[in-house]
């Protein structure tokens, strides 16, 4: 609420030759002169009641926020399945897909960092969050408006005059004016400075929120990509491996490895459309290569549990968000003090438009108001109640984030140890399913057994070397989910410097 200066509705129509002439006593006209030292006696008023307010904006200190603390183990509870990072060791910034050294991959991750949908509406969130924190910034600075305005009017020959003689009674006249006025609110209480350290507050919740949405995206076309499958049963029967012999037992192997391929090119096609949209492209426009999956997990450097939560997005994003509750609730304090305001305005008023820019003409005040909330119904206290319940509810949430972190940490350290070693099993179990085929084929070529144990032979092949390539992809999977467990090589210093700052070129901006 900003006060308006009078310059654009008051009436000089004493400066017409057709304007009313108001006549007074003398003892009227010397009623209103100054006394002497009158200036100086209201000069010490003001001082008076500005050390006064000072006084009490000392009480209306802000609640200085101070990180939330969370519980933070030591060490990780399962083994490290590579080392735990130094210092210097990270992932590459940005880029993290680029340890796998997978080129194809690289290819697609590009695409969908530019062109994906749900990164491109959390880049819009981001300006319209930093949009939001100017428009809260303005509030420091004051507010000029300046406009014109010309009309044509009659005054009432029986208006009010408290005695005084009017001459004429009624008149018409012309009112030309050019008003400026300017208003400002003097943020004694902090009222816009804590609204404008709320607003950085969720800008940088917004920055960091945009950064979790572009490692969620990287991570899940990561995910889908390693999950693609090989067409393995096919290329097997290509091979000659489990085709071509007139045997019925061979038939029927045969016939339950294409129903089993059938199931793979289902899982595969859902998994080239999730790649598509994540790129930005329609379905039917995307079609991924078919090749061996030759890509092993990479070493991914794993820091201690006390730096994670300064490598997690969405960690950040919860911090960032009770910073910006803390900030609120000074906002909300504030309203339980005055709101004072300097109100000043200048311009030109006549009833001629030809003497409008004239000296005589000009037209000026200036003042100060406050505004003291007495009695309403108790919405401010309500406000602050609600402000501080709203700060409980983000620290715990900040706090559940942070559980949930480690959480998944130790999930994807567990289970890439767990598939490390049963990868090197089954790796076994290919190579003896590999020597019981050959001896198999052997003693079928010598005579000495029937060709279904060549073709149970076959079948144990099969289903070794498929269960050794589903382990291997929930291995590159998994490596891919601890890295976005890790924050994906991210570090929240980014989003320190990511705030509206207030300038003296923003004073004089529309």
């Known amino acids: 609420m900003k006060g308006q200066g009078p310059c654009g509705t008051a009436v000089s129509a004493a400066q017409s030759s057709k304007a009313p002439q108001i006549r007074t006593r ?22 008076i009641a500005s050390l006064m307010l000072w006084s009490v904006a000392a009480f209306a200190a802000d609640p200085k926020y101070k990180k939330p603390d969370a519980a933070t183990p030591q060490t990780w509870q399962s083994p490290v399945p590579w080392q735990t990072a130094n210092p210097m060791d990270s992932l590459p910034k940005n880029a993290w897909w680029k340890i796998f050294g997978d080129s194809e991959l690289d290819q697609y991750e590009e695409r969908a960092m530019a062109n994906n949908q749900s990164l491109r509406a959390a ?14 910034s303005s509030g420091l600075f004051p507010e000029l408006d300046a406009g014109v305005s010309g009309q044509r009017q009659r005054l009432s020959g029986n208006r009010p005059t408290n005695g005084a003689t009017i001459t004429p009674a009624a008149v018409t006249q012309n009112v030309f004016s050019i008003p400026f006025t300017l208003s400002y609110e003097v943020d004694l209480f902090g ?11 969720s800008l940088q919740a917004s920055a960091a929120d945009f950064e979790n949405v572009r490692l969620l995206v990287s991570s899940e076309l990561a995910a889908d990509y390693f999950q693609l499958g090989l067409e393995l049963v096919e290329k097997r029967h290509a091979g000659g491996a489990v085709s071509g012999l007139d045997v019925a037992q061979q038939q029927t192997v045969l016939d339950a490895a294409y129903a089993q391929l059938a199931l793979l090119q289902q899982q595969r096609a859902q998994f080239q459309h999730a790649l598509a949209a994540l790129q930005g492209l329609a379905a039917p426009e995307f079609i991924a290569p078919v090749r061996a999956l030759n890509t092993q997990p990479p070493a991914v450097p794993v820091a201690l549990p006390s730096e ?17 509750a803390n900030a609120q609730i000074g906002v ?4 339980f ?11 030109f008023q006549s009833a001629d438009i030809v003497k409008l820019l004239n000296g005589p003409s000009a037209v000026w005040s200036l003042g100060l108001s ?18 501080k319940a709203t700060y409980d509810e983000d620290l715990a949430n900040y706090r559940e984030t942070v559980l949930m972190a480690f959480q998944q940490v130790e999930d994807a350290i567990a289970g890439l140890n767990a598939l490390s070693v049963a990868s090197e099993s089954q790796l076994r179990a290919v190579s003896d399913a590999d020597r019981s085929l050959n001896l198999a084929n052997a003693r079928y ?23 050794a390539t589903q382990i291997q992809g929930q291995r590159l999977v998994t490596a891919v989910l601890l890295i976005k467990a890790l924050g994906g090589g991210w570090d929240s210093s980014s989003i320190a410097a990511v705030a509206v700052k207030p300038n003296l070129k923003q004073a004089i901006q529309q």
Do not use: C, M, W
């Open 26 to 47: 003398q003892k009227d006209r010397t009623s209103v002169e100054p006394r002497p030292n009158g200036l100086a006696g209201r000069l010490s008023h003001v001082v």
């Open 123 to 136: 880049t819009a969130r981001l300006a319209e969050a930093r949009a939001f924190a100017r428009v809260t």
């Open 370 to 387: 406050a505004l003291e909330p007495v009695i309403a119904g108790g919405r401010n206290r309500a406000r602050f109640e609600g402000i």
């Open 191 to 201: 009222r816009v400075r804590r609204s404008l350290d709320a607003a950085n507050a």
């Open 308 to 324: 994670l939560l300064q490598r997690r997005p969405d960690v950040a994003t919860a911090e960032r968000q009770v910073a910006a």
């Open 445 to 467: 070529t010598g005579g000495l057994v029937t060709y279904l144990d060549v073709i149970t032979a076959q079948e144990q092949v099969l289903t070794n070397e498929r269960l």
């Open 332 to 335: 909300a304090k504030a309203a």
């Open 337 to 347: 003090y005055p709101s004072i305001f300097l109100n000043g305005g200048t311009g």
